[in-house]
């Protein structure tokens, strides 16, 4: 039993910024997908922010766009994106007022990019914004268990995304979409593929083509295809060089950004790599205890508990047992990663023998609420103690 990887997370994936239109000037026409520099710069400008985790930079640019571009759907799909992507990086679905907004915001950019369709759309962009607002939409349906509505959000997405690649073949953003579908409907399990084929067809080749085709080509949608790639061949493919060679191409470019920094450490910990994990893990920590740009406070448990991951992986359990001890006794909300240590605390109490105190950790995090399938692998290893890296209930 795998640990997440979960950047890309549950959570990547659905934070998909797919809007391949743009352009820059109140004199936009729908026959054009982009109009000029000034739109681009600030479409540009706040997916940076986004994938740096500056959250209010972001939504500055996509409220501008939105503004100023009133008839377009860009700015509240931009919004809605970055709206999700706070959700879920930094409150894990569990903001009321976050949650209203970005609902608030999906819907309107739904409602604006219906409004275009109806107009012709001949440039595709519409479908495009349409199709990626329903997508993110169904995501949310899923993860409150609403699967009915999940399911009608997402095959309405993948329509659209089509429709917007047959009314424009060189809107290469919207590849990603469709593509994604056609990936993970091959790789679902046997009992259900068959069904899921029939709406979306494709295969898993295909799928891959159509993800490439987006982050070589694409003209917005680049990072996030290059994100749903390191997914894939972190939790599918089972590749974690070729998921670390695509997540350092992603820091070269986002420098800056702890986002990219917390992927490739989360690959490090998938891949066993025990040493490279431990000096990017006091790297990341080091960076939140300066407050270096976009890193904070807010972020260093999430550095402990990749620091102990790195312990626990060379095979020093009193040392990892140390640092975990340090998240638990700072943090004490409902945080994922909080749950995350008292599982890998545990882990770390059974190669020490301490079966009682591990037992207790693993009820801790039955206690928890569920994410990332922690409750399985907390029941796991409750029925078998952990044994080593090798074990494969970790």
């Known amino acids: 039993m795998r640990r997440p990887c979960p950047f890309l997370f549950k959570r990547v994936a659905a934070a998909v910024f797919a809007a391949v239109v743009g352009g820059g000037t109140p004199a936009w ?17 706040g997916l940076r922010d986004m994938y740096n985790l500056d959250y209010a930079g972001a939504r500055s640019s996509f409220e501008t766009l939105r503004d100023d571009f009133p008839d377009h759907p860009i700015g509240l799909y931009g919004l809605a994106t970055t709206l999700w992507w706070e959700l879920t990086n930094d409150y894990d679905e569990t903001n009321p007022a976050l949650e209203r907004d970005f609902l608030a915001a999906a819907d309107r950019a739904i409602a604006v990019s219906r409004d275009l369709v109806k107009k012709g759309d001949p440039s595709g962009a519409g479908r495009l914004c349409l199709g990626g607002a329903l997508g993110l939409k169904g995501r949310w349906d899923a993860i409150q268990g609403r699967w009915l509505s999940a399911y009608r959000n997402g095959k309405q997405a993948f329509k659209i995304q089509e429709d917007a690649i047959r009314a424009n073949p060189g809107l290469y953003d919207a ?14 399990p046997a009992a259900v593929k068959v069904f899921a084929r029939l709406i979306f067809g494709g295969s898993k080749e ?58 490739e450490l989360l690959v490090l910990d998938d891949a066993g790599d025990g ?25 260093e448990h999430v550095g402990l508990l990749l620091l102990g991951n790195s312990r626990l992986l060379e095979g020093n359990p009193g040392p990892a047992i140390d640092v975990y001890d340090q998240v638990l006794t700072k943090h004490f909300g409902g945080d994922r990663w909080v749950t995350l240590t008292f599982l890998h605390r545990g882990m770390a109490q059974d190669l020490q023998g301490r079966r009682d105190l591990a037992e207790t950790d693993y009820r801790a995090v039955l206690k928890r609420r569920d994410v990332w399938g922690l409750h399985d692998k907390a029941k ?10 090798g074990d494969q209930t970790r």
Not at 211 to 237: C, Q
């Open 175 to 188: 590849y990603l979409g469709v593509g994604v579908f056609h990936y993970y409907v091959a790789v679902l």
């Open 29 to 45: 026409t729908a026959a054009e997908p982009t109009a000029g520099p000034e739109m681009d710069a600030l479409i540009d400008r």
């Open 275 to 299: 040493p490279a994990l431990r000096a990017g893990a006091e790297e990341f920590l080091e960076k939140t205890r300066r407050a270096s740009r976009h890193y904070g406070w807010n972020r």
């Open 206 to 263: 295909q799928g891959l083509r159509e993800i490439h085709l987006a982050r070589e080509k694409g003209r917005f949608s680049r990072t996030a295809a290059h994100l749903f790639l390191v997914n894939i061949y972190v939790n599918n493919e089972h590749n974690p060089p070729k998921a670390l060679e695509l997540i350092r191409e992603g820091r070269r470019e986002f420098p800056e950004s702890p986002f990219f920094h917390l992927a």
């Open 380 to 389: 796991a290893l409750l029925r078998h103690p952990y044994t080593g890296p």
